[in-house]
């Protein structure tokens, strides 16, 4: 097992129960994949993006660091990229 970052962008515009109900499919989605998620929390709330992203300003930054096998990963972006809540994603790998 892998230990893993992923940093998300989401879409600003959210409501505070629907930003709940992402955050928790986010997470489950690792857990799924036999990740075992050691943080996971905001990281910046509505912060404004260098470039607008899918015609959006700010987003909300999401960060998870977790371990997983390295098949997971290919699984975890099909994921996230059907999600239209979330604008970008980046998952980097940790060093030991």
């Known amino acids: 097992m892998n230990k893993y970052e992923v940093m998300l962008i989401v879409r600003p515009d959210l409501s505070d129960e629907d930003k ?4 928790k499919q986010i997470d489950e989605a690792v857990a799924k994949h ?3 998620i050691s943080q996971s929390s905001v990281w910046a709330e509505r ?3 260098y470039f607008p992203i899918k015609k ?3 987003g909300i930054y999401y960060l998870v660091a977790f371990s997983a096998p390295a098949e997971a990963i290919k699984e ?3 994921i996230y990229r059907l ?3 979330i604008l970008r ?3 980097t790998r940790m060093d030991a």
């Not at 709940?20 to 955050?23: A, D, H, P, R």
Request: charged share 30%.
């Open 20 to 23: 709940k109900i992402l955050f």
């Open 34 to 36: 036999k990740g075992l």
């Open 47 to 49: 912060r404004k993006l």
């Open 56 to 58: 959006f300003q700010e």
């Open 76 to 78: 975890l972006r099909g």
């Open 83 to 85: 999600n239209e809540n």
């Open 89 to 91: 994603f980046l998952f």
